[in-house]
């Protein structure tokens, strides 16, 4: 099985588990949307043993997080399940979280869009979203570098770096708000969002 590394996963993987820590503390299963390599669902889940930690992404990327979860293994990680926003079902019933990273810059704003949908159909009142990523604040980049990233991404034909404000729009009418805003080293943030 191929065994991919990506050191943006490994960036700021502390600093994330330490919010998630707090606000997955009460959840019983959290789905995580595009466990990209599986590094993230390896070093959170044993850290989170009250809960069940799902992974999932679309099926080209199963054998990384395979091979990191038979390197890793932890008995509260389950998939990866196939998972395609727009073209997938949602996999998870009962899931009372979902978790997400730099994902939301990588996918095009109406596949973006999509993901906030489903999450906010799906998740139960009282259910928590953690999105990870850059993003930007008030129309502004929050650094030169995020600017730079963002013309790359374009470069590279993925979807660019999108405005919290313009995400809160997408899910003002589907009782998805977001609770937090945490900024993390490296100019990136962690969005809190809570199902009401």
């Not at 390599?37 to 850290?47: K, N």
């Not at 953690?130 to 470069?155: I, M, W």
Request: hydrophobic share 40%; proline share 4%.
């Amino acid at each position: 099985m191929e065994k991919r590394f990506c050191q943006a996963t490994e960036n700021n993987k502390d600093a994330i588990l330490d919010v998630l820590k707090e606000r997955f503390a009460s959840v019983k299963v959290v789905f995580e949307i595009g466990s990209g390599t599986g590094q993230h669902a390896i070093h959170f889940a044993p850290q989170l043993e009250h809960l069940t930690w799902v992974t999932a992404d679309m099926e080209v990327n199963h054998d990384t997080i395979k091979a990191w979860l038979t390197d890793f293994p932890s008995d509260n990680i389950d998939g990866p399940l196939v998972y395609e926003v727009g073209n997938s079902d949602w996999p998870v019933k009962g899931a009372d979280a979902v978790f997400s990273a730099n994902t939301a810059h990588i996918m095009h704003p109406e596949i973006t869009r999509q993901m906030f949908y489903n999450v906010a159909d799906n998740l139960p009142t009282g259910g928590v979203f953690c999105l990870y990523g850059p993003f930007n604040v008030d129309g502004q980049y929050t650094s030169e570098g995020n600017k730079s990233f963002d013309a790359h991404l374009a470069r590279e034909g993925c979807g660019g770096i999108r405005d919290i404000s313009e995400l809160q729009s997408w899910v003002a009418d589907k009782h998805l708000v977001l609770e937090e805003r945490l900024a993390m080293p490296a100019n990136n943030f962690l969005l809190v969002w809570r199902k009401q």
